[in-house]
């Protein structure tokens, strides 16, 4: 695929972006504990490693025959940002549970201006998954959304919802899902599209 050098940086854009007027940027989730050992959920463009501080390798929910949340943020931005177009997403996961035990994913992404939370694009659903009774398994997702043109203004933040649902009666005995960027195998990757020079 083509790409174009700026003369007055060392960055390369791909062609296609910069014809289309869009860029897209990798984003990690990860988590780390405050000075309370509280778990704050994150999003950025560098992720912190577990073991790196108080990174954690995964988010777990146990023993649920809900929906359980998990809320992450991006920190508030200090220069304006517009979203527009199709973020891709990949992210692993290890889940125990009976024999016919189902669960899905559910993400959603929303503009946050540090009170109110106005969700973008459309509800993203994973298809069931059923595991089988005792096993481990593991199970890589991905997915895509089509992300509206979106004014971030500065202190704005990205906020995105995972959710794991399980099938009607059904109870979960573990499930986790990795936010550990130095594993090829159990990592959570955001690629999110902005406007270029906008």
């Given at each position: 695929m083509p790409t174009h050098k700026l003369t007055n940086t060392n960055k390369l854009f791909n062609f296609d972006d910069i014809a289309n007027g869009r860029?897209?940027?990798?984003?990690?989730?990860f988590i780390t504990r405050d000075t309370a050992a509280a778990l704050q959920y994150n999003i950025d463009t560098t992720a912190l490693?577990?073991?790196?501080?108080?990174?954690?390798?995964?988010?777990?929910a146990t023993a649920f025959n809900s929906a359980q949340t998990f809320?992450?943020?991006?920190?508030?931005?200090?220069?304006?940002?517009?979203?527009?177009?199709?973020?891709?997403?990949?992210?692993?996961?290890?889940?125990?549970?009976?024999?016919?035990?189902?669960?899905?994913?559910?993400?959603?992404?929303?503009?946050?201006?540090g009170t109110t939370s106005t969700q973008i694009g459309t509800?993203?659903?994973?298809?069931?998954?059923?595991?089988?009774?005792?096993g481990n398994e593991e199970r890589t997702f991905t997915g895509s959304v089509v992300?509206?043109?979106?004014?971030?203004?500065?202190?704005?933040?990205?906020?995105?919802?995972?959710?794991?649902?399980?099938?009607?009666?059904?109870?979960?005995a573990n499930?986790?899902?990795?936010?550990?960027?130095?594993?090829?195998?159990?990592?959570?990757k955001l690629h999110i599209p902005f406007r270029l020079g906008d």
């Amino acid at each position: 695929m083509p790409t174009h050098k700026l003369t007055n940086t060392n960055k390369l854009f791909n062609f296609d972006d910069i014809a289309n007027g869009r860029g897209l940027v990798d984003y990690w989730l990860f988590i780390t504990r405050d000075t309370a050992a509280a778990l704050q959920y994150n999003i950025d463009t560098t992720a912190l490693r577990p073991g790196s501080g108080s990174g954690e390798a995964n988010f777990v929910a146990t023993a649920f025959n809900s929906a359980q949340t998990f809320t992450f943020f991006s920190g508030a931005f200090t220069l304006p940002r517009v979203i527009d177009g199709n973020t891709l997403f990949t992210f692993n996961v290890n889940a125990t549970g009976g024999a016919g035990d189902d669960i899905t994913f559910v993400i959603k992404f929303y503009h946050y201006d540090g009170t109110t939370s106005t969700q973008i694009g459309t509800t993203w659903t994973s298809p069931s998954w059923s595991i089988t009774e005792g096993g481990n398994e593991e199970r890589t997702f991905t997915g895509s959304v089509v992300l509206p043109r979106t004014k971030y203004r500065i202190g704005d933040q990205i906020k995105m919802e995972f959710i794991m649902t399980p099938g009607g009666g059904d109870t979960i005995a573990n499930c986790a899902v990795g936010v550990d960027p130095t594993d090829s195998d159990d990592y959570f990757k955001l690629h999110i599209p902005f406007r270029l020079g906008d």
